[in-house]
C-alpha cells in the first residue's frame, strides 16, 4: 500500500502537471520556492529599475498629452513594481531584505535597462520594442503554477499591452512626422533592436535552467522560442512604418514560415549581464541614492506610527 | 477678457510647474508608495493645467494651442508664484512647498466653483476633489516629519524656514486678480488666506510645528520676476518644442 | 575629406563638452584661485573647439557656421568621448577627469603638429602650449588631493572608481579615426596611449595613488552613444539658439 | 614751541589734503583703516558675488563667441575680487576673517546682485547699466588716498570699461535684431533700471558717513551727485538704442543742464538692505555651500604643502 502514497513533491508535481494553482500555505519544494522568488524579485526589482531610463524624458516630453502619458506609464511600473514585491512576501521574502539585495547588486535586473536613452524616440521604441518582448516573456506568466505570481501577472499584462500600443504610437507619429522625426525613430531601432533580442536570455543551450523551470511551468517557452516570435512579431510592424531593421541577416524563411536573423552580440550580452552594461553603475546608483536619501523618510514614518499606536493605547 | 485670459494662464502655468517639479521625484523618492502618490498628484496638476491652457487658448482666440502656451513662452512671460518653481530639495521641502501650495488650492479651488465663468467653475468642480486628495496627503505628511524622529523635524523646520517666504505671493492680487475680483470673478483673498492659515495652523499644531511669525515674504512670479530656477526648469521643459519647432507628437 | 570633417568635429565637441563642465564651476570653486584657473582651461578649451569648429564648417563646405555646428546638432549627433560628459562632481572628480584627459589631449596635440593637414597642425601647435598647462595643474592637485588629507585621499580615490572606465575610449579609435590614421593624418594611438599611461603612472606614484587594473572600458560616446548626462547639457547649452532660431547675438 | 607741531592726525590728514598716498606702514587713524577694511572688503565680496547672477547665463550664452566673452567676464571678477582682498590684507584684514563675514551676514555686499538675472539680455543690462554705475562710482577712487586701494581701482576701472562697451554692444545686438531680442532688451531694462540708480546708495540726507569719507578722500562725489550724473550719462544711451527708460518723471531740466527724474522706492531699497532682496538668500547659500563644500580641498591644500616642506626639512 505504502508504495502507492506519492511523496509531497510528487504530489506537488501532479498538481502542476493539471494546471491547479499553488498557493502560499500549500506545500511546496524550497527549490521552487527559492526558484519563484529569484524570479518574481528580480521582475520586480526590473519595473523598479524600468522607472529610471523612461523617466529620463519626463521632464523633456514634447508636448503636454505625451508628459502625462510617459508619467502615467511610468507610475504604472512603479504599481507593477509593488504588485510582484506583493507576490514575492506571499513566499516568505521581505522587500527590504530583495531591495537589500538589489543594492548590493546580489539580485539581477532586466539588462535592457542598461542601455541609455538618448533621444525621445526611445521612449516610442522602449514602449514597442522592450514592452513588447516583455510581454511576450509575460503572457505565458498569466498562466504560471503560482497563484499570486499568476494573478500579479494578469494586471501586469493588461496594462503592458497598452504601453506597447502607446509605444507604437509614438513611432507612427515619429514615422509620418518630418524627415527629422522619422531619422530620430530609426536611428533608436538602430540602438534597441539588439538588446531588446538579448531580453530573452542566452541561447537555449546556454541555459540550463530552463528545463526545470519549464517543468515547474514558471517557464512555459524556451529562450529561442520566444525570440524568433519576437523577430517575427516586429519585423512586418517596421515595414508598416518605414523603418529597417538593422540586420543584414534578417530575411523571410518560407520552410520553417519564420524569419532567419543574425546572432546576438553574446559577449556584449556577458558584459552587461556582468554589470558592465553603458549606465548598469548609474542605474544602480540612482536607486541606492533614492534609497539611502529617503532613509530619514522611512524612520520618520514609522516613528510617528509608533508615537501614534502608543498614544492610542495610553487613551 | 484680457483679464480673464491672464489669469487662467497664471492658473495653468501654476499647475504646470508644480507637477513638473513633483514629475523630477519619479523614479527617485523615498518609498515607492510615496513615488506613486507624487505622480498621482503630478498627473493631476497636468491634467488640471491642460485644461486652463485649453481654456485660454480658447479666450485668446488667436490660434494658439496648449502646447503653444506652455512650450513657447519665456521665463519672464511665465505668470506662476514663486513658490511652485522651487526646487524639489529633500523630500521635506517638497511636502512643505506642497503642503502650503495645497492650502491656498483647495480653498481657491472650492471658491472658483461659483465663479460666474461656468468654463473655470466646471474645471474647478473636477479639481477640487484631486485637491482634497492631495492636501490629505501632504498634511499627513507634515504631521508624520514634524512629529516623526529628531532629523525629520530639523528638515521639516528648515523646509518651513525657507519656503514659508514665499506662501504670502499666493494671495497678495496683482493687479489683474485685483480687476477680476473687481468684477466678481475671482473670490476675496483675505478669506481664502484665512482658511488657509486656520488650515495650516491646525496642522503645524498636530505636527507640533510652530507657525513662523513675521516674515518678509517674496513675491514677483505672478507678475514674471521669477527666481532663477525657472529659467532652467524652462530649458528641460521646452527643449524639444524650441529644437523642432511646429512638428507634431 | 569626410574622415576628416568628422574627425575635426570630434575634436570641436571634446573641447566644448569639456569647457561647458568646467564652466559650471565658475562662482563655486573651493578657492578663488582655483575659479580662476578652472576658468582660463574652459576659456583655452572654448578657443580650441571654436576653431575646430570653424575649420570643420570649412571643410564641410555647406555654409554652416561654428555656431550652427555646436548648437543645431542632438546629443546622439555629438562625437565627444563619455569622459568629458561626465558631471562635475566633487572637486576630485572634476580633477581626475581633466587629468585623464589632459594626459590624452597634450599627447594628441604633441603628435598632430606634424599632421600633414596644414590647418590642424596649426591648431594643435596653438593648443599644445595650453594643454601643457592645463596637465601641468591637474596634475598637481591629484598629488595634493593623493597625498593630502585622508578625506582628499579617499575623495580622489572614488573619482578614479568612478572615471577610469572611461579612459579607454580616448585611445581606441573609431572607424573614421581608423581610416585618418591609416592615410597618415593621423598619429597611431598606441604611442599615444603608452605616453599617456607613463604620465598617469608617474603623476599617480608621486599621489600615492594606485592606477587601476583590469577594469571594463565603456566606450561609445565618439559614435555617438552618449550617457544620459549629455541631453540634460545640451538643453542648456542649445536653449537660445534654439528657442530663437536664426538670430544674431 | 609745541603748539605748533602738527598731532599724527593732523599730519595725517596734512597729507591727504595734499593728496600724497598713504602707504601700508604710514600711520594712519583707527577709524580711517576700519572704514578702508569695510569699504574695500565690501568691494571684494561683491566681486565675488557678482559672478553669480552672470554665472548664471554662462552655460546658456546663445553663441559660443558670447560664451567665451561671458565666461572671461567672470572670471574678471574673480580677478577683481583677489586684487581687493590682497589691498584689505595690507592693512592687516585676513582673506578668511573677511570672507567669513560676508557668509555669517556681517559684512555687505552691493545689493544688485540680489537681483535674479532672468533672460539673456539681463547680461548686456549688467555690462551696460550695472557695470556703467559701477565705474562711476570707481572711477573716483583711483585717485582714492589709500595706495594699494588706487591701484587696485585702476586696474578693476580699466577692465570694468572695456565689460561695459561689451554690454552695451550685446544691447545694440538685440535692439537692432529680432521685435524678440529688442523687446527682451526693453524687459531687462525695465526690471534693472530702479535697481541700478539704488547702487549710488541712500539719499545724501540719509547718508552719514559721506562728509568723513569725503574728507579722507575715500570718497570724492555723494550718492546724489554720482547718480544725477548716471542718468544723465545713460538716458541719450538708451535712447540711441531706441530703449524707453521706466520713470514717468524723467524730463530734461534745461535750467540745471541735466535730467529730473522720479525717486527710488527706498522701501525697496532698504528691504534689500536688510537681506530680503528676491535672491539674498540664494547669493548668501551659493556662496556658503561653494566655501564649505571646498573645505576638503583647502585643507588637503594646505596638508599636501606641510608634508612638502616636511619633506624638504628632513632632506
Redesign the interface.
Given at each position: 500500500m505504502e508504495t502507492l502514497e506519492l511523496t509531497q513533491e510528487e504530489q506537488f508535481q501532479a498538481r502542476i502537471d493539471e494546471d491547479i494553482r499553488i498557493e502560499p500555505k500549500d506545500w511546496m519544494p524550497e527549490a521552487y520556492r527559492k526558484t519563484l522568488i529569484r524570479q518574481i524579485s528580480q521582475h520586480a526589482h526590473s519595473e523598479?529599475v524600468g522607472?529610471?531610463?523612461e523617466?529620463?524624458w519626463?521632464?523633456?516630453?514634447?508636448?503636454?498629452?505625451?508628459?502625462?502619458i510617459l508619467?502615467?506609464k511610468?507610475?504604472d511600473e512603479?504599481?507593477h513594481?509593488?504588485y510582484l514585491?506583493s507576490a514575492a512576501e506571499t513566499l516568505g521574502a521581505s522587500r527590504d531584505q530583495m531591495l537589500a539585495d538589489l543594492h548590493s547588486g546580489k539580485a539581477k535586473y532586466s539588462s535592457i535597462f542598461n542601455y541609455?536613452?538618448?533621444?525621445?524616440a526611445d521612449m516610442g521604441t522602449i514602449g514597442w520594442l522592450v514592452d513588447g518582448a516583455a510581454i511576450l516573456n509575460q503572457v505565458p506568466l498569466c498562466r504560471t503554477s503560482y497563484g499570486p505570481y499568476a494573478r500579479a501577472m494578469v494586471r501586469v499584462c493588461k496594462e503592458e499591452s497598452f504601453h506597447q500600443r502607446q509605444g507604437f504610437e509614438?513611432m507612427q507619429?515619429?514615422c509620418e512626422?518630418?524627415p527629422?522625426?522619422k531619422a530620430?525613430a530609426q536611428?533608436a531601432l538602430n540602438?534597441w533592436w539588439w538588446p531588446t533580442l538579448m531580453m530573452f536570455g542566452p541561447k537555449d543551450a546556454d541555459s540550463p535552467n530552463t528545463e526545470q523551470s519549464m517543468k515547474w511551468r514558471i517557464k512555459r517557452f524556451t529562450n529561442d522560442e520566444l525570440r524568433q516570435k519576437f523577430v517575427d512579431m516586429m519585423v512586418p510592424q517596421a515595414e508598416f512604418l518605414g523603418l529597417t531593421v538593422p540586420d543584414d541577416k534578417l530575411q523571410w524563411n518560407e520552410a520553417k514560415q519564420g524569419y532567419d536573423f543574425g546572432d546576438v552580440d553574446w559577449a556584449e550580452f556577458w558584459?552587461v549581464v556582468?554589470g558592465?552594461g553603458?549606465?548598469s553603475?548609474?542605474r544602480l546608483q540612482?536607486r541606492t541614492?533614492?534609497w539611502e536619501?529617503?532613509?530619514?523618510?522611512?524612520?520618520?514614518?514609522l516613528?510617528?506610527a509608533a508615537?501614534r499606536k502608543q498614544r492610542a493605547e495610553a487613551a | 477678457r484680457q483679464h480673464l485670459f491672464e489669469y487662467v494662464l497664471q492658473l495653468a502655468d501654476t499647475s504646470l510647474i508644480l507637477a513638473h517639479r513633483l514629475s523630477e521625484w519619479c523614479g527617485h523618492g523615498p518609498i515607492l508608495e510615496q513615488d506613486l502618490a507624487m505622480a498621482n498628484i503630478s498627473l493631476d496638476l497636468l491634467g488640471e493645467a491642460r485644461s486652463y491652457y485649453q481654456y485660454a487658448a480658447e479666450l485668446e482666440g488667436r490660434g494658439r494651442t496648449e502646447d503653444d502656451l506652455a512650450y513657447l513662452r519665456s521665463a519672464v512671460e511665465y505668470r506662476n508664484p514663486l513658490l511652485v518653481e522651487q526646487p524639489n530639495g529633500d523630500f521635506a521641502q517638497t511636502i512643505v512647498r506642497q503642503f502650503l501650495y495645497d492650502c491656498f488650492h483647495y480653498h481657491l479651488l472650492l471658491q472658483l466653483q461659483a465663479s460666474p465663468d461656468r468654463h473655470l467653475a466646471g474645471i474647478a468642480e473636477k479639481s477640487v476633489k484631486e485637491a482634497a486628495y492631495h492636501i490629505k496627503w501632504s498634511a499627513e505628511w507634515i504631521i508624520r516629519l514634524g512629529d516623526g524622529t529628531d532629523e525629520s523635524r530639523r528638515r521639516v523646520e528648515a523646509a518651513i524656514a525657507s519656503l514659508w517666504r514665499y506662501s504670502g505671493e499666493l494671495t497678495t492680487p496683482t493687479p489683474t486678480e485685483q480687476a477680476l475680483q473687481a468684477a466678481g470673478f475671482l473670490p476675496d483673498y483675505a478669506a481664502i488666506q484665512q482658511q488657509a492659515d486656520t488650515q495650516v495652523a491646525r496642522v503645524f499644531e498636530e505636527a507640533t510645528l510652530t507657525v513662523p511669525q513675521g516674515v518678509f515674504m517674496q513675491k514677483g512670479g505672478k507678475t514674471g520676476r521669477h527666481s532663477e530656477h525657472l529659467g532652467y526648469l524652462l530649458t528641460e521643459l521646452q527643449y524639444m518644442q524650441r529644437a523642432y519647432p511646429g512638428m507634431k507628437w
Open positions: 523598479l522607472m529610471l531610463p523617466g529620463n519626463i521632464t523633456r516630453a514634447p508636448s503636454l498629452k505625451r508628459k502625462s508619467l502615467a511610468v507610475q512603479a504599481g513594481g509593488l514585491y541609455p536613452t538618448l533621444s525621445w509614438i507619429t515619429l512626422g518630418a527629422e522625426q530620430m536611428e540602438r558584459d556582468k558592465n553603458p549606465c553603475r548609474e540612482a541614492d533614492a536619501q529617503g532613509a530619514w523618510v522611512r524612520e520618520a514614518a516613528a510617528h508615537k | -
